[in-house]
């Protein structure tokens, strides 16, 4: 084992150069191997070091069974730091491993330049075993049932953070990847749009709800706005990653196929090889594949444009404006794609033109993927009942989730919680107190001063 961990590291180094000499810019990477369950571990909780909750523990046994069952797997976990870590799985065979080893170093290149990851802290993986190491102080004070029930209520929202007014305190940034983003791009609009959408949301509400909590909640704590603020900061810090999915994925996907031809393999590491980055790369019938998608596109691009155009488009882009502009009509028909729903027990295809298709994924992307929901007031009616506004874009919440999502909200509150959206077209209101959800359609329009 020490042989093949020392003979792993001198390829590592190999593989640095190639990737370096075709262009890619990455800081150091310590890499180590890791059995299964430590990877999945690590998989669940999201990084090495991490507070304890027991909805990681669910996930683990989920990818763990998966693992177990060879329904999926996972062959490496890269954290994104400075340095960076790259946890390999143990058992990897050689070949898997020197992909592996060159998918991490483009991730990698991928963390430090990309646009979206310009605010996250490199020393990320100290500060959350910080918050860990706190968090479990809290726990010997406050007692873990209490400490985790505020947990269950933070996580219950930990998506709905403010990203982009984050990401906009770095101006000058902003500023170079607008002026950037101008000629090179048919959405150049997009960035103005942003903008002007962003100042909009500042007159109707706050986007980012665990601020508005942990600076306005009337019951809270201080230990519990400190848990708010981890959670609030640990979200922050992975949201860029949920922002890039596809084009992270299929930018490290591209990579690996590049280094790995600069590589030396004998045929039966090139048969190896092959066979691994076919499953990588295997579009799935029910879900969308963004390792298949995300190099899709690449590939696209590199016919049309040269490598630095490519450099420039992983500095700029997210998935939403990467699908919006460059997936075009003939890369929608090379790859078949089409909408579908279940009905039933049936699928059934609901579009097939190429504009409406991609609008659709563009829709599901925004945001992370997640509703946009805005604290309008705090203190509404002049009773400190906190009231909020799902900014419907044409997708209905889930009642279930929302009604037990807001018992939760009210709990951080201490007051009553209301949140307003759409349901069948209809607007309705559904309030939290006392420990239950009611709900009532809104014949007009409700303005919150």
Same mark, same amino acid.
Do not use: D, K, W
């Given at each position: 084992m020490r042989r093949e961990i020392k003979e792993l590291g001198v390829y590592a180094q190999e593989i640095a150069v190639i990737a370096r000499n075709l262009g890619l810019n990455f800081y150091p990477v310590h890499f #180590? /191997?890791?059995? $299964? #369950? $430590? +990877?999945? =571990?690590?998989g669940a909780y999201g990084m090495p070091v991490r507070f304890t909750h027991w909805s990681f523990g669910k996930a683990f046994y989920r990818l763990k069974m998966q693992y177990d069952l060879n329904l999926s797997r996972i062959y490496e976990l890269v954290i994104n730091s400075n340095p960076s870590y790259a946890f390999l799985l143990e058992g990897n065979s050689l070949t898997q491993n020197k992909l592996v080893i060159g998918h991490v170093y483009a991730h990698v290149d991928f963390f430090k330049n990309n646009h979206y990851f310009k605010r996250t802290p490199r020393d990320m993986v100290d500060r959350m075993a910080a918050h860990a190491e706190q968090i479990r102080k809290y726990e010997l004070t406050h007692g873990r049932e209490k400490v985790e029930q505020v947990l269950d209520a933070v996580l219950s929202i930990q998506e709905h953070v403010d990203f982009r007014a984050h990401l906009a305190q770095n101006k000058d940034t902003d500023q170079k990847i607008i002026k950037k983003k101008k000629p090179t791009s048919p959405y150049e609009d997009l960035w103005e749009e #942003?903008?002007?959408q962003e100042k909009s949301e500042e007159k109707q509400g706050h986007e980012d709800l665990l601020l508005f909590i942990m600076e306005n909640s009337p019951v809270l704590e201080e230990w519990e706005r400190d848990i708010v603020s981890m959670i609030r900061e640990e979200s922050l810090y992975f949201f860029p990653q949920i922002e890039t999915k596809i084009i992270n994925e299929g930018w490290a996907t591209f990579w690996h196929s590049r280094i790995m031809r600069e590589l030396d393999l004998t045929d039966e590491e090139i048969m190896d090889f092959a066979i691994m980055h076919s499953q990588v790369v295997q579009p799935s019938r029910l879900s969308l594949n963004p390792y298949y998608l995300g190099v899709k596109i690449w590939e696209s691009l590199a016919e049309k444009q040269d490598m630095e155009f490519l450099f420039e488009v992983r500095e700029t882009e997210n998935d939403v404006s990467f699908i919006r502009n460059y997936l075009d009509r003939d890369l929608m028909d090379k790859l078949n794609l089409f909408s579908f729903r279940k009905v039933g027990a049936h699928w059934q295809v609901t579009d097939t033109a190429w504009e409406k /298709?991609? %609008? =659709?994924? /563009? &829709? &599901? +992307? /925004? %945001?992370?993927g997640h509703p946009k929901i805005l604290a309008i007031d705090g203190d509404y009616e002049g009773k400190h009942i906190l009231y909020l506004r799902h900014a419907h874009e044409g997708i209905d919440l889930d009642i279930v989730y929302l009604e037990r999502t807001l018992l939760l909200v009210q709990k951080l509150w201490g007051k009553a919680a209301m949140l307003e959206t759409m349901i069948d077209g209809k607007k309705v209101l559904f309030e939290s107190n006392n420990g239950s959800v009611s709900r009532k &359609?809104?014949?007009r329009h409700v303005e919150v001063e």
């Open positions: #180590e /191997v890791c059995p $299964a #369950e $430590a +990877l999945y =571990t690590f #942003e903008e002007s /298709v991609r %609008n =659709t994924l /563009v &829709q &599901q +992307l /925004v %945001n992370g &359609q809104i014949l």
